[in-house]
Each structure stands twice: as C-alpha cells, then as structure tokens.
C-alpha cells in the first residue's frame, strides 16, 4: 500500500541555519503531496503542497518540489527562526480521501 | 469564519466504558475525515464520510469504533468497551470536496485517556 517516510528528529539548528527535511513516498499513480505543521499548543495545519510532478509548493519561506523520479518532496528553508520549532508531518493523497503520514520531525531551533 | 472544531477537547474514562466524541466540520466542507494520533507515532486514518456516507472505514482498529454523521455536517464516533490502547489524541478533520489536491482543515483534537 501507499506510504509515507520522513527522517526521524529531533532536529535541532540553531537561528539562521538551514533547514532540510526528508521525505519519500511509494504509492501508485500521481498522488497529491503535502506538508503538515504542527506548532506547540496548536492545531495540525497546511504548511504547503504540490500536486503533480515538478510542482514547488512553497509558503513562509520554506519550499518543497514534488520529484517523482525519487518519489521524494523534501522539505527545505534557508534560514529558520525560533518560530518555526514545530512537528512537521509529511502526506500524501492518492485518488482522493484518506491522507497517509509520515511519523513526523520535530525541529527545534535555538536563538 | 469558524474552523473544525471538536468536544470534548479532554477525555478521561475508565477501561470498560463507552466514549463518543464529536466533530463540527466547517460549514459546506462535504468531506469529513477521522485520524488517530498515538503517543509518539503519526497519524492514523480511521474513517472518512463524503456527505453521510463513509465510503473508507479501513482504518478503523476493531468493530468497537463506529461512526456516523448526520445531516452533513456533525459527525460521532464512538468507541465501546475501551481499552488502554485506545488512549490518543482523535484529530477531526474536513475538505470542501473529496479531491486528492484539497486541503484539509483539522480541529483542535480530543484527547482521550483511558485509565
């Protein structure tokens, strides 16, 4: 079945490093990418997607560009903020429906 | 306008007892989802309705977990005779229309503790 894998955490960048997070996928098809933010104390929220092959999804300066030959859509920023320490959360969407996750990345950034 | 919001936002009951927990999607979203975060792990997809029908209820662990919703909006889901394992955070969430590319909104969750 369709899945999802994303490198384990805790991550921890100091203010203004750069930030990379993995994230593969398998699944059949032309599925729907996508990442998940999780702030402290906070709901689950959409942080960007893409949704076919070469697609760069972006937003709050981080970017994702969805790579279907490495069935990958690593996460990236060039410089974080302390604001940022979050659960971030990978998915996909094939054929409508469910989402399926990754386990999740907690990054914590220190000032 | 309003988000998903969900009740109650703290559950704790003892082994044995029956739960229900309620979810209000936002308002026209024809898509509602149930997902299950345990301790440490990601999240599960336990059950999905387009309008008030659940076409996908393959996630759901054993035939103590029901849902249903009504009306197309507020959805249930109950879990009888709970179990230790049962314990989790239960996310809510809703899309406009069941598309792979929607987005969907989650609720704040309800967590449940089963003793």
């Known amino acids: 079945g369709d899945s999802v894998t994303q490198m384990e955490g805790p991550v921890t960048l100091s203010e203004e490093a750069f930030l990379t997070i993995n994230c593969t996928y398998t699944a059949t098809g032309y599925p729907s990418l996508f990442w998940y933010v999780q702030y402290p104390g906070e709901g689950l929220q959409l942080l960007l997607k893409a949704t076919k092959a070469d697609d760069k999804g972006s937003n709050k300066g981080f970017e994702a560009t969805y790579r279907k030959e490495t069935t990958s859509f690593h996460l990236e920023k060039g410089s974080v903020q302390v604001s940022d320490s979050a659960v971030y959360f990978c998915?996909?969407?094939?054929?409508?429906?469910?989402?399926?996750f990754g386990q999740g990345t907690e990054l914590s950034v220190k000032p | 306008g309003a988000g998903v919001s969900q009740s109650p936002s703290n559950k704790v009951t003892e082994k044995g007892k029956d739960v229900e927990l309620r979810c209000d999607p936002i308002?026209?979203?024809?898509?509602l989802y149930w997902y299950r975060q345990r301790l440490g792990q990601g999240l599960e997809f336990l059950i999905y309705f387009q309008g008030n029908s659940a076409p996908d209820k393959s996630g759901l662990p054993s035939d103590r977990f029901s849902a249903e919703r009504t009306g197309e909006s507020v959805s249930t889901l109950t879990i009888q005779r709970t179990q230790q394992e049962d314990s989790a955070v239960y996310l809510c969430?809703?899309?406009?229309?069941?598309?792979?590319?929607?987005?969907?909104?989650f609720g704040p969750g309800t967590r449940l503790t089963v003793l």
């Open positions: 308002s026209g979203h024809t898509a």
């Open positions: 969430a809703s899309s406009r229309e069941r598309l792979q590319e929607a987005e969907q909104f």
């Open positions: 998915a996909l969407n094939n054929q409508g429906g469910k989402l399926i």
